[in-house]
C-alpha cells in the first residue's frame, strides 16, 4: 500500500509541475520581450507569485490574460512578434524548398549556397544515363523504298531478251530513284549469300563503330576457314576502322569481317571480356535484326562472312534492298566504289607470345654468361641466322607483318583493264562458295540517276557481269538514259 501511495503522490506531483513550469516559461519569455522593447539590459523577472506544486490545486490564471493597455508599446510588440513569426515562416519555406529540390520528383535548384550539391545531383544524373547509354543501346535500320514491281517500264520484247540472254540463276533490277523493281528471275526465291553477306557486315559495323577508330586484330581471325579469302590481317595489327572498312569490301577478307564483328559487339555491349564466339553471336542478331527492319522477309544470317551453312540464306530482293541501305552509309558507300586501296599500319601490339620467349631468352643467357650483354649478342647472332638453335625460335617471329595494307576490289566491273569495266559502276560486293555459286550485287549511276543489279548463282565468274552490264543497258534506255559503259564504247560481247 505504501508503494501504491507515494506512487499516487509522484503522478500528482509531476502533473503540478508540468503546468506550472509551462506558466513560468511563457511569462519568463514575455518578460524578456518586455524587456527588449523598453531597452533594458536588465532582467525582468515575472510578478506572478511562485506556487509551490500542489495537483490538489488548480492553477491561477496566467499574467498574459490580464487587459491590454492601449500605448505605443503594443505596436512595438506587435512588430516585434510579427518579425519573429517571418523569420520562422523564411527558415520554413527555405526548407522546404531545399527539401522538394532534392526530393525525388525535384529538380536541382542552382544557388550560390547549394552549388556543391547542385553538380553532384548533376553529375549522377550525366552518369545514370552514361551506364544507361552503355547498356546495349538500341540501333534502328530504315527502309530505303517499298520495293514495288513495276512490269510497265521495261517493253515485252526487252524483257524477252532479257529473259534469253541473262543466264544467273536468280536476278533483280532495281531502280533506286524511282523506288520499282523492273525486272526479276526468281527474285523471292531462297538463295545463299556467300560473300555479299559482308554488306550486312558492313552497314551493321558503320552503325556502331566511328570510322577512325583504332582496332587491334585480335585471336578472331582464327575464326575463319583456311581457305577463305583474306585482307592479310596479322594479330596485334593496329588499324582505323575506316582502312578495315575497305578490307572488308575490297579483297573481301573473312578476317576483316571477323574482325569487325567482334570489336563491333563488344563495342555495343560495353564488355571486352566477351569470348570470341560470344561476341560473334551477339553481332549476327544485331544482323539479322537490321535485315528485319530494312524490310528483308527472306534472310536470315549465321556468320559475317558469308562461309556456308545452310541456315545462312537470303534472296535476290532481300540482297536489293540491302545493297540500297548501304548506299546510304557515307563509309560503306565510300569503300565500295573503290577499285584499291591502300593503308599504313598504324603499329603492332607486341603479343604474349614473344614478349615470354624474349624475356625467358635473356633470362637464360644471364644464367649462362652472368650478363645481359651476351643476351644482346645471342640475340644478333640469331637475328642474322648465323646462330643455331633455331628450333626454339617463336612461331610469332616468322609471321610476315606488313607495314602497308594494298588492296583491290575483287568486283571486275570496277577493274578499269578488265574486260568487264563500267565506268558508271558505283559498287558494290561480290561472292562466292560452292553452293551459292558466282554472284555480284552492283550499282551504276548515270546522270545521278542510280540501279542496283543482283546476279546470284551466275553461269561463270565473268559472266555475272555481262549479266550486270544487260539490265543496266536496258534499265537506263528505259529513261532515255545511255549505258555505254566500256571506255571503248563497244559491248559486243554482251549481245547488244
Known amino acids: 500500500m505504501a508503494i501504491d501511495d507515494k506512487s499516487d503522490h509522484m503522478t500528482g506531483k509531476g502533473f503540478a509541475m508540468s503546468e506550472n513550469n509551462k506558466d513560468e516559461e511563457y511569462v519568463d519569455v514575455y518578460s524578456v520581450l518586455k524587456n527588449f522593447e523598453s531597452g533594458s539590459n536588465e532582467p525582468v523577472r515575472s510578478s506572478a507569485p511562485r506556487r509551490e506544486p500542489d495537483a490538489q490545486k488548480a492553477p491561477e490564471m496566467p499574467r498574459y490574460h490580464e487587459p491590454e493597455v492601449k500605448s505605443s508599446n503594443g505596436g512595438k510588440k506587435v512588430l516585434v512578434i510579427a518579425l519573429c513569426c517571418a523569420i520562422l515562416l523564411i527558415g520554413c519555406i527555405g526548407v522546404a524548398a531545399l527539401t522538394g529540390a532534392f526530393g525525388q520528383g525535384g529538380s536541382p535548384v542552382a544557388t550560390e549556397s547549394s552549388q556543391e550539391s547542385f553538380y553532384t545531383v548533376k553529375t549522377s544524373s550525366v552518369t545514370s544515363v552514361e551506364e544507361e547509354s552503355s547498356k546495349e543501346p538500341e540501333l534502328t535500320f530504315e527502309p530505303t523504298g517499298e520495293f514495288k514491281f513495276d512490269e510497265t517500264v521495261l517493253p515485252k520484247n526487252v524483257k524477252e531478251t532479257l529473259d534469253g540472254q541473262i543466264l544467273a540463276k ?43 577508330t583504332v582496332i587491334t586484330v585480335g585471336d578472331e581471325i582464327k575464326l575463319i576457314n583456311w581457305d577463305s579469302s583474306t585482307a592479310g590481317l596479322v594479330k596485334g595489327m593496329k588499324l582505323t576502322f575506316e582502312s578495315l572498312m575497305d578490307g572488308l569490301m575490297l579483297p573481301s577478307g573473312n578476317d576483316a569481317a571477323y574482325t569487325i564483328a567482334v570489336n563491333a559487339a563488344k563495342i ?52 536489293a534492298k540491302i545493297a540500297a541501305y548501304a548506299r546510304t552509309v557515307p563509309l560503306v558507300k565510300n569503300s565500295v566504289c573503290k577499285y584499291e586501296a591502300e593503308w599504313d599500319v598504324i603499329e603492332y601490339e607486341p603479343s604474349e607470345e614473344s614478349s615470354v620467349s624474349q624475356s625467358s631468352t635473356e633470362e637464360s643467357s644471364k644464367n649462362e654468361s652472368g650478363s645481359s650483354e651476351a643476351a644482346s649478342t645471342v640475340s644478333e647472332e640469331e637475328s642474322s641466322g648465323e646462330a643455331e638453335g633455331s628450333e626454339d625460335e617463336s612461331e610469332e617471329e616468322f609471321v610476315y607483318k606488313p607495314e602497308t595494307l594494298y588492296w583491290t576490289n575483287s568486283n571486275r566491273m570496277l577493274n578499269p583493264d578488265a574486260p568487264q569495266y563500267s565506268k558508271f559502276c558505283d559498287g558494290v560486293k561480290t561472292g562466292y562458295t560452292d553452293e551459292a555459286g558466282t554472284s555480284v550485287v552492283c550499282s551504276a549511276t548515270v546522270d545521278g540517276h542510280t540501279m542496283i543489279a543482283v546476279i546470284m548463282f551466275g553461269y561463270t565468274m565473268y559472266t555475272k557481269y555481262d549479266d550486270a552490264n544487260r539490265l543496266f543497258k536496258q534499265g537506263f534506255a528505259a529513261y532515255g538514259l545511255d549505258y555505254t559503259y566500256s571506255n571503248e564504247g563497244s559491248e559486243a560481247d554482251v549481245g547488244f
Request: contains cysteine; aromatic residues 10%.
Open 170 to 212: 536468280y536476278v533483280l533490277l532495281y531502280d533506286v530513284n524511282a523506288d520499282k523493281v523492273l525486272y526479276q528471275k526468281k527474285g523471292k526465291e531462297k538463295c545463299y549469300p556467300a560473300s555479299t553477306t559482308k554488306m550486312l557486315t558492313a552497314i551493321v559495323g558503320a552503325k556502331i563503330i566511328p570510322p577512325e
Open 268 to 319: 555495343y555491349t560495353g564488355n571486352n571480356d566477351l569470348s570470341d564466339e560470344e561476341a560473334v553471336k551477339i553481332f549476327m542478331e544485331l544482323v539479322n535484326k537490321a535485315a528485319k527492319e530494312i524490310g528483308c522477309s527472306g534472310t536470315h544470317y549465321v556468320t559475317p562472312d558469308g562461309w556456308h551453312d545452310d541456315d545462312h540464306y537470303t534472296c535476290a530482293e532481300d540482297l
